[in-house]
């Protein structure tokens, strides 16, 4: 599984969005899939929750969602100086008081270097056609994406 990640890591640079998201169960190793991607490449992954949060938690909290994108890039510019970016628990993108549409970040962070993040939700049908979900219909951060500018890498 390492060395066709690695693989499709290598190729999706040719690509105008550079987003690879690994989709699966819980603990079904995706996390440590980019651990070892993480070890493999000589980068570090970036833990958006830990990181994003210890910075937001220095800003109000009204003013936090003007700031998000932007600690954001930092933290992500910080974390990879190169063109490959791993991002890690990445829930509190999710936050609905940070008013973000965590796809679309993560996709515009993907068109100027590759980007692969652990997805915290579901793929809801195949690989081609599906849905990519996070939380459940009537959770306050239910979100429904098409997987246009994503390319899923599932773990079974």
Sequence with gaps: MMEKLDRLVDEVGALQSKLVLLIGPPHSGKNALLHTLARSKGVTPLNVGAELGRRLAAIPQRQRHLQTTTILRELADQHAPGDLLLLDNIELLFDRSLQLDPL???KRHAHAKRVVAVWPGELQGDARTGRLTYADMG??????????????????
């Design 104 to 106: 679309d970040l993560l």
């Design 139 to 156: 959770h306050p951060e239910h979100q429904d994406y098409s997987l246009a500018g994503v390319v899923p890498f599932e773990i079974q």
